[in-house]
């Protein structure tokens, strides 16, 4: 109790003054976060979504005959699942939530903290960053503010607000334990902000605030064996949501291009070897010929430590932020190489197009069309594996993340060279899989069950 005390004055005299007292405090003089929690908990909504149910997938669980003849119950055809979401303007009613969270909606509600009940249309979504985009339209929103979260450190005490479980707006609290979580494979890009804030199912799609009341993540995943909070929770950094959030207001998705480089993580052994000033950065292991990487300058060996002015973390760092900037816009990196820093300007490019394909359907992830790739393809000598040719809009492959230029390589981490491997091995996968994909200059990792 006492530790949990001097833990809140922490918190508390980190805010900003209440009148002439250093810190808010209640009737009593106590501290607390009442003054903050009541400023932003209005920008925090419930989501509640109807999807179809699993067995609507099965075309035999659909058959009345097939039903009453092996005495299957009837069960309803439509299911209801809870989140959260984060209104980020107020007067256009854009709100932010999980991908997972809407994803197979039929129908969306958000629910106000006022208990206002309004219908929501999706704008668009990002299966490989966990982001989705809603709009509402409602009069007397409020937003939050987006904060910076290149600014965290390890430490720095945060708020989670949410719909934990479908109860309610929930809030909780805790620290920022480790910036920078990858290897989740909860998606594509990972770069997640880890916090011990309670966080549980229901929570998706919420807010994590820091003690301005500015938004710094959108809490998204938790790890415990049975689903629950055990003080591990993850949420995506509000400036990769941000990016996001503006390519999909702009494009209606996001519009992913092409730079022309393998990443590695700048390592304390390599930056030795390297004698870089820093031990955070990525290091350029293959330049592609032709690229606009090579067009910049780069080469291979190069350290790249800042990208538009602000520092490189890490290989994944690097990846998420080239993967987030618009085709045809101009990037400034900061270099080390032979022992200096020096600065480089390149332009993402758009995908090379690829050569139109018939394809060949798979029946067991419908509406997907694949082929072997053949020389003359863009990928062709660079990468083993098949080419997603087409992606049918609301197919279960769809669902899954999937696009047309995908290139799978790989299933439960067994290469995939042409077709019958990939069949094969999809055979061999009957209760899910993990399916490496590389799309453009990114390998992504997608879990189907």
Same mark, same amino acid.
């Given at each position: ?16 003054? $209440? ?47 097939? !039903? ?40 969306? !509600? ?12 999706? #704008? ?8 989705? #985009?809603?709009? =509402? ?78 938004? =710094?993540? =959108? ?62 950065? $990525? ?26 002015? !602000? ?70 000598? !660079? ?12 197919? $279960? ?12 390589? $790989? ?7 042409? =077709? ?17 994909? #590389? ?11």
């Amino acid at each position: 109790m006492f530790r949990t005390v001097i833990a809140l004055l922490a918190c508390i005299a980190a805010l900003p003054a $209440a009148g002439a007292q250093p810190f808010p405090v209640d009737a009593r003089g106590l501290p607390t976060l009442a003054p903050l929690i009541s400023q932003v908990t209005p920008a925090v909504v419930n989501i509640s979504v109807l999807s179809r149910a699993a067995q609507d997938n099965n075309p035999l669980l659909r058959d009345p005959f097939f !039903r009453r003849f092996f005495n299957i119950p009837e069960r309803p055809n439509r299911e209801v699942a809870a989140g959260s979401g984060v209104i980020i303007e107020a007067q256009q009613g854009i709100v932010l939530t999980n991908y997972h969270v809407i994803k197979d909606a039929l129908q969306v !509600r958000v629910t106000l903290k006022d208990r206002r009940q309004i219908p929501a249309t999706l #704008v668009g979504a990002d299966p490989a960053t966990d982001i989705a #985009v809603l709009k =509402i339209d409602a009069p007397n929103l409020t937003a939050l503010k987006l904060g910076d979260s290149d600014q965290l450190s390890v430490g720095d005490f945060v708020v989670a607000i949410g719909n934990p479980f479908g109860i309610g707006q929930t809030v909780t609290s805790g620290i920022v334990s480790a910036l920078g979580r990858t290897g989740l494979n909860v998606e594509g890009y990972e770069d997640f902000i880890q916090t011990d804030a309670s966080i549980n199912p229901g929570n998706s799609g919420g807010a994590l605030i820091n003690l301005r009341g500015e938004l =710094i993540g =959108i809490n998204t995943a938790i790890i415990g064996p049975s689903g629950g909070n055990v003080g591990i929770g993850f949420a995506v950094p509000v400036n990769i949501a941000r990016a996001v959030v503006n390519q999909i207001t702009r494009f209606g998705e996001v519009r992913r291009g092409r730079f022309g480089v393998d990443i590695e993580d700048l390592t304390p052994d390599s930056a030795a070897k390297l004698n870089t000033p820093t031990t955070e950065g $990525a290091i350029i292991s293959n330049v592609q010929a032709d690229s606009p990487a090579e067009k910049a300058g780069l080469r291979r060996g190069d350290v790249v430590l800042g990208f538009n002015g !602000r520092p490189v973390k890490s290989g994944p760092d690097f990846r998420n932020r080239l993967a987030l900037t618009p085709i045809d816009e101009e990037i400034e990196l900061s270099v080390w190489r032979d022992g200096r820093q020096q600065s480089m300007r390149g332009r993402i490019a758009a995908p090379a197009p690829n050569t139109i394909i018939e394809g060949q359907a798979v029946a067991q992830l419908a509406g997907l069309k694949i082929a072997n790739l053949e020389r003359g393809s863009p990928q062709f000598g !660079r990468i083993e594996g098949v080419l997603v040719v087409a992606v049918e809009n609301g197919s $279960a492959a769809a669902s899954f993340g999937l696009r047309g230029g995908d290139v799978i390589a $790989a299933i439960n981490r067994q290469r995939v060279r042409n =077709i019958n491997e990939f069949v094969a091995a999809l055979r061999g996968a009957e209760r899910g899989f993990t399916m490496t994909v #590389v799309r453009g200059d990114f390998v992504l990792t997608f879990t189907l069950r």
